[in-house]
C-alpha cells in the first residue's frame, strides 16, 4: 500500500492537509519551516502519486479519513505461513 512508504511526518502533514490547514499552520503546528512542510508535502506526493494538495486530501479521504493515520495491524507471519502450518 502506497501509504506504507510515507514516513511518520509526511503522514502528519497529509492528515492536516485533509484537515484544511495551511502549509504555514502546518509549520507552526509542527514547529518547523513553511519550506520543510513542503518538501513533506512533494516527497508524500511523488510516493502516493498525486500532484496537488486537492488530490493529497482525496486520497486520505477516501482510505479512511480520520482513521488514515492510524497505523494498520500487522499479522506476526504471512498468510502464507500460517497456511503451512
Do not use: C
Not at 2 to 25: C, H, M, S
Amino acid at each position: 500500500m502506497p501509504r506504507e512508504r510515507l514516513t511518520p511526518k509526511e503522514i502528519q502533514v497529509a492528515d492536516f492537509v485533509w484537515q484544511g490547514f495551511t502549509n504555514r499552520e502546518i509549520g507552526k503546528l509542527l514547529g518547523t519551516t513553511e519550506q520543510v512542510i513542503k518538501n513533506h508535502l512533494r516527497s508524500a506526493f511523488d510516493k502516493l502519486g498525486v500532484w496537488s494538495r486537492l488530490e493529497l486530501a482525496m486520497y486520505v479521504a477516501s482510505h479512511g479519513g480520520k482513521s488514515w493515520r492510524e497505523e494498520p495491524i500487522r499479522p506476526l507471519y504471512p498468510a502464507s505461513r500460517e497456511a503451512a502450518s
